[in-house]
Protein backbone atom coordinates (compact mmCIF):
# COMPACT_ATOMS: atom_id res chain seq x y z
CA UNK A 1 0.00 0.00 0.00
CA UNK A 2 0.94 3.69 -0.17
CA UNK A 3 3.49 4.63 2.44
CA UNK A 4 4.03 8.43 3.62
CA UNK A 5 4.68 10.57 0.79
CA UNK A 6 6.38 14.10 1.05
CA UNK A 7 7.12 17.07 -1.29
CA UNK A 8 8.81 18.31 -2.69
CA UNK A 9 11.63 15.88 -2.64
CA UNK A 10 14.34 18.29 -3.01
CA UNK A 11 14.20 22.19 -2.02
CA UNK A 12 16.92 24.94 -2.69
CA UNK A 13 15.94 28.56 -1.54
CA UNK A 14 17.64 31.61 -0.51
CA UNK A 15 17.95 33.26 2.75
CA UNK A 16 14.94 34.82 3.93
CA UNK A 17 12.63 33.43 1.75
CA UNK A 18 9.66 31.11 3.07
CA UNK A 19 9.23 27.50 2.23
CA UNK A 20 6.16 25.39 2.51
CA UNK A 21 6.76 21.30 3.08
CA UNK A 22 4.18 18.55 2.29
CA UNK A 23 3.76 15.49 3.91
CA UNK A 24 0.66 13.61 3.07
CA UNK A 25 0.80 10.69 5.52
CA UNK A 26 -0.43 6.98 5.55
CA UNK A 27 -4.60 7.07 4.87
CA UNK A 28 -6.27 7.02 7.78
CA UNK A 29 -3.24 7.39 10.70
CA UNK A 30 -3.93 9.37 13.48
CA UNK A 31 -0.92 10.84 14.58
CA UNK A 32 1.91 13.03 12.31
CA UNK A 33 5.01 13.75 13.45
CA UNK A 34 8.02 16.13 11.99
CA UNK A 35 11.67 15.39 12.68
CA UNK A 36 14.38 17.28 11.21
CA UNK A 37 17.69 15.25 10.28
CA UNK A 38 21.30 17.38 10.33
CA UNK A 39 23.56 15.67 8.07
CA UNK A 40 25.37 13.08 9.60
CA UNK A 41 22.43 13.06 12.97
CA UNK A 42 19.90 11.23 13.86
CA UNK A 43 16.26 12.79 13.02
CA UNK A 44 15.32 15.22 16.35
CA UNK A 45 11.39 15.57 16.96
CA UNK A 46 10.20 19.14 15.95
CA UNK A 47 6.22 18.38 16.36
CA UNK A 48 3.13 16.32 16.99
CA UNK A 49 -0.37 16.39 15.56
CA UNK A 50 -3.07 13.99 16.88
CA UNK A 51 -5.86 14.38 13.94
CA UNK A 52 -6.32 18.36 13.52
CA UNK A 53 -5.03 18.75 17.24
CA UNK A 54 -0.92 20.08 17.45
CA UNK A 55 -0.27 18.71 20.58
CA UNK A 56 3.33 19.34 21.24
CA UNK A 57 5.45 21.23 19.53
CA UNK A 58 8.29 21.77 22.08
CA UNK A 59 10.77 20.68 19.05
CA UNK A 60 10.53 23.56 16.82
CA UNK A 61 13.50 25.63 17.13
CA UNK A 62 12.35 29.21 16.78
CA UNK A 63 8.54 30.78 16.21
CA UNK A 64 9.74 31.13 12.26
CA UNK A 65 8.58 27.38 12.28
CA UNK A 66 5.01 26.79 11.84
CA UNK A 67 3.12 23.16 11.06
CA UNK A 68 -0.34 22.51 10.25
CA UNK A 69 -3.10 19.68 9.79
CA UNK A 70 -6.24 21.57 9.17
CA UNK A 71 -8.19 18.30 8.07
CA UNK A 72 -6.12 15.96 10.28
CA UNK A 73 -4.88 14.20 6.89
CA UNK A 74 -2.29 16.08 5.10
CA UNK A 75 0.27 18.30 6.77
CA UNK A 76 2.21 21.46 6.05
CA UNK A 77 5.56 22.53 7.75
CA UNK A 78 5.97 26.28 7.21
CA UNK A 79 9.56 27.72 7.64
CA UNK A 80 9.35 31.92 7.24
CA UNK A 81 12.45 33.86 6.87
CA UNK A 82 14.85 30.48 6.22
CA UNK A 83 18.23 30.75 7.61
CA UNK A 84 21.06 28.75 6.57
CA UNK A 85 21.36 26.64 9.65
CA UNK A 86 17.73 25.69 8.69
CA UNK A 87 19.09 23.52 6.13
CA UNK A 88 18.37 19.85 6.46
CA UNK A 89 16.06 17.22 5.79
CA UNK A 90 12.90 17.49 7.52
CA UNK A 91 10.68 14.07 7.55
CA UNK A 92 7.01 13.49 8.31
CA UNK A 93 6.17 9.78 10.16
CA UNK A 94 2.49 8.82 10.81
CA UNK A 95 1.27 6.02 13.09
CA UNK A 96 -2.53 4.35 12.88
CA UNK A 97 -3.31 5.69 16.24
CA UNK A 98 -1.92 7.26 19.51
CA UNK A 99 -1.16 4.07 21.19
CA UNK A 100 2.66 3.74 21.53
CA UNK A 101 3.19 0.18 20.65
CA UNK A 102 2.12 1.36 17.18
CA UNK A 103 5.25 2.46 14.82
CA UNK A 104 5.44 5.23 13.66
CA UNK A 105 5.88 4.67 9.03
CA UNK A 106 8.32 7.83 7.86
CA UNK A 107 8.51 8.93 4.44
CA UNK A 108 11.80 9.54 2.69
CA UNK A 109 12.06 13.41 3.61
CA UNK A 110 12.18 16.80 1.87
CA UNK A 111 16.30 17.98 1.77
CA UNK A 112 16.22 21.67 2.07
CA UNK A 113 18.83 23.66 1.12
CA UNK A 114 19.13 27.48 1.98
CA UNK A 115 21.61 29.11 0.02
CA UNK B 1 19.15 13.47 25.22
CA UNK B 2 19.08 9.54 23.79
CA UNK B 3 18.83 7.21 26.73
CA UNK B 4 20.55 4.11 24.35
CA UNK B 5 24.56 3.32 23.69
CA UNK B 6 25.76 1.77 20.32
CA UNK B 7 29.15 0.72 18.82
CA UNK B 8 29.69 3.55 15.82
CA UNK B 9 30.29 1.14 13.80
CA UNK B 10 30.12 -2.73 12.71
CA UNK B 11 30.89 -5.11 10.04
CA UNK B 12 29.23 -8.19 8.82
CA UNK B 13 29.60 -10.68 6.25
CA UNK B 14 27.39 -11.47 3.66
CA UNK B 15 25.28 -14.30 4.32
CA UNK B 16 26.04 -13.94 8.01
CA UNK B 17 23.97 -13.20 10.88
CA UNK B 18 24.38 -9.63 12.26
CA UNK B 19 24.04 -9.15 16.01
CA UNK B 20 24.06 -5.26 16.90
CA UNK B 21 24.41 -4.49 20.48
CA UNK B 22 22.43 -1.70 22.51
CA UNK B 23 22.95 -0.58 25.96
CA UNK B 24 19.78 0.86 27.84
CA UNK B 25 20.45 0.61 31.20
CA UNK B 26 18.33 3.38 32.71
CA UNK B 27 15.25 1.83 30.56
CA UNK B 28 11.79 2.29 33.21
CA UNK B 29 9.20 -0.44 32.83
CA UNK B 30 6.39 1.21 31.03
CA UNK B 31 9.24 1.73 28.03
CA UNK B 32 9.46 -0.17 24.74
CA UNK B 33 12.95 -0.95 23.22
CA UNK B 34 12.16 0.24 19.37
CA UNK B 35 14.95 -0.51 16.36
CA UNK B 36 14.97 1.58 12.98
CA UNK B 37 17.44 1.35 10.18
CA UNK B 38 17.71 3.90 7.79
CA UNK B 39 19.58 3.76 4.45
CA UNK B 40 21.31 6.17 2.50
CA UNK B 41 19.09 9.01 1.11
CA UNK B 42 15.68 7.54 2.44
CA UNK B 43 13.77 7.41 5.74
CA UNK B 44 14.11 5.57 8.92
CA UNK B 45 12.53 1.72 7.98
CA UNK B 46 10.61 0.66 11.32
CA UNK B 47 12.31 -2.96 12.01
CA UNK B 48 10.84 -4.05 15.32
CA UNK B 49 9.71 -3.80 18.58
CA UNK B 50 9.46 -5.00 22.66
CA UNK B 51 8.20 -4.85 26.12
CA UNK B 52 9.88 -7.93 27.63
CA UNK B 53 10.30 -10.65 25.76
CA UNK B 54 12.09 -11.53 22.46
CA UNK B 55 10.27 -10.78 19.03
CA UNK B 56 10.76 -12.15 15.88
CA UNK B 57 9.29 -10.84 12.42
CA UNK B 58 10.27 -11.32 8.86
CA UNK B 59 13.11 -8.74 9.14
CA UNK B 60 14.83 -9.75 12.60
CA UNK B 61 14.68 -11.06 16.05
CA UNK B 62 14.74 -8.75 18.96
CA UNK B 63 16.76 -10.01 22.08
CA UNK B 64 15.81 -8.26 25.30
CA UNK B 65 17.74 -9.68 28.42
CA UNK B 66 15.90 -10.16 31.68
CA UNK B 67 17.07 -7.27 33.49
CA UNK B 68 15.99 -4.93 30.29
CA UNK B 69 19.21 -3.21 30.23
CA UNK B 70 20.21 -4.14 27.07
CA UNK B 71 19.21 -5.76 23.91
CA UNK B 72 20.35 -7.04 20.56
CA UNK B 73 19.10 -7.04 17.12
CA UNK B 74 19.72 -10.14 14.73
CA UNK B 75 19.30 -9.97 11.13
CA UNK B 76 19.37 -13.79 10.80
CA UNK B 77 21.01 -13.70 7.12
CA UNK B 78 22.54 -10.44 6.22
CA UNK B 79 22.48 -9.24 2.79
CA UNK B 80 24.47 -6.17 0.88
CA UNK B 81 21.08 -4.11 1.09
CA UNK B 82 20.94 -4.15 5.03
CA UNK B 83 23.88 -2.05 4.87
CA UNK B 84 22.40 0.97 6.85
CA UNK B 85 22.33 3.09 10.02
CA UNK B 86 20.63 0.72 12.89
CA UNK B 87 18.53 3.35 15.33
CA UNK B 88 17.95 1.94 19.05
CA UNK B 89 15.41 3.74 20.72
CA UNK B 90 13.53 2.97 24.01
CA UNK B 91 9.50 4.85 23.63
CA UNK B 92 7.16 5.53 26.59
CA UNK B 93 4.22 2.69 26.31
CA UNK B 94 1.13 5.39 27.15
CA UNK B 95 0.50 8.84 27.74
CA UNK B 96 0.26 10.84 30.95
CA UNK B 97 2.29 14.49 28.88
CA UNK B 98 3.90 12.19 26.30
CA UNK B 99 3.91 12.25 23.08
CA UNK B 100 5.26 8.82 21.92
CA UNK B 101 7.83 10.80 19.82
CA UNK B 102 10.75 8.94 18.83
CA UNK B 103 14.57 9.81 20.40
CA UNK B 104 17.32 9.19 18.04
CA UNK B 105 20.85 8.76 19.08
CA UNK B 106 23.94 8.03 16.49
CA UNK B 107 23.23 4.69 15.89
CA UNK B 108 25.44 1.74 14.70
CA UNK B 109 25.81 2.01 10.83
CA UNK B 110 26.05 -2.00 9.56
CA UNK B 111 28.80 -2.19 6.67
CA UNK B 112 27.95 -5.87 5.18
CA UNK B 113 30.81 -6.77 3.05
CA UNK B 114 30.91 -9.53 0.39
Redesign the interface.
Known sequence: GAGVSQSPRYKVAKRGQDVALRCDPISGHVSLFWYQQALGQGPEFLTYFQNEAQLDKSGLPSDRFFAERPEGSVSTLKIQRTQQEDSAVYLCASSRSGQFNQPQHFGDGTRLSIL | D?KTTQPPSMDCAEGRAANLPCNHSTISGNE?V?WYRQIH??????II?GLKNNETNEMASLIITEDRKSSTLILPHATLRDTAVY?CIV?????SG??????????TTLQVKP
Do not use: V
Open positions: AYYSQGPQYHYRFTHGNTGKLIFGQG
